[in-house]
């Protein structure tokens, strides 16, 4: 059963300090997309990629977020220096790339606390 | 730019009651339209999804949902729900534009089944 994996599923920091988040998208998907869920916001899309480029970041804050693909199997998230607005969870999804048809399977995402 | 509007925020029903959970969408062209379901403290599953065809979809656990065009909207219904159905529900938007593969999510709505 092939399934989108993040790591850490929790993480609780300082403001200030950098925090990366991981994940590995399903064997074979070559669209990743990083979404960030809050109770004010709701469900916001903050980057995605396609063959492991970047198709649009307009969602980030570019100057403490950055989002990429090292290789086919790893999708990371840094926020630098964090901040306690960007506690929330961060969700991870991928899919097989075959544009609006596809579905977008989710990881299980990683709470992020900023104290 | 696409936009979905989830009338309800949070829905109470005792078990076995009837379920509509209305989702309006705001985009032009062509939509692809879905339905995730988030069990509490878990990652988003597809319930259901909508591309072209049969404007009635059915989806897992007994859900379906009914696509219609002239009012934008594209509703979820269970003729019976249960205590396990106690989850907060999302609908979603692809829209047709060229490349496109962002999905646009409405703000959730929470179900609550009373045993």
């Known amino acids: 059963d092939a399934r989108v994996t993040q790591t850490p599923r929790h993480k609780v920091t300082e403001m200030g300090q950098e925090v990366t988040m991981r994940c590995q998208p399903i064997?074979?998907?070559?669209?990743v997309f990083w979404y960030r869920q809050t109770m004010m916001q709701g469900l916001e899309l903050l980057a995605y990629?396609?063959?492991?480029?970047?198709?649009?970041d307009s969602g980030m804050p570019k100057d403490r977020f950055s989002a990429e693909m090292p290789d086919a199997t790893l999708a990371t998230l840094k926020i630098q220096p964090s901040e306690p607005r960007d506690s929330a969870v961060y969700f991870c999804?991928?899919?097989?790339?075959?544009?609006?048809?596809?579905?977008?399977?989710f990881g299980p995402g990683t709470r992020l606390l900023v104290l | 730019a696409q936009s979905v509007s989830q009338h309800n925020h949070h829905v109470i029903l005792s078990e076995a009651a009837s379920l509509e959970l209305g989702c309006n969408y705001s985009?032009?062209?062509?939509?692809?339209l879905f339905w995730y379901v988030q069990y509490p403290g878990q990652h988003l599953q597809l319930l259901l999804k909508?591309?072209?065809?049969?404007?009635l979809v059915k989806g897992i656990k007994g859900f379906e949902a009914e696509f219609i065009k002239s009012k934008f909207s594209f509703n979820l219904r269970k003729p019976s729900v249960q205590w396990s159905d106690t989850a907060e529900y999302f609908c979603?938007?692809?829209?047709?534009?060229?490349?496109?593969?962002?999905?646009?999510f409405g703000k959730g709505t929470k179900l609550s089944v009373i045993p």
């Open positions: 999804a991928s899919g097989p790339g075959t544009g609006r048809q596809e579905t977008q399977y």
């Open positions: 064997l074979g998907h070559n669209t």
């Open positions: 990629f396609r063959n492991r480029a970047p198709l649009d």
């Open positions: 985009y032009g062209g062509t939509v692809n």
């Open positions: 909508y591309f072209s065809g049969d404007p």
């Open positions: 979603a938007v692809i829209g047709s534009g060229a490349g496109s593969y962002q999905l646009t």
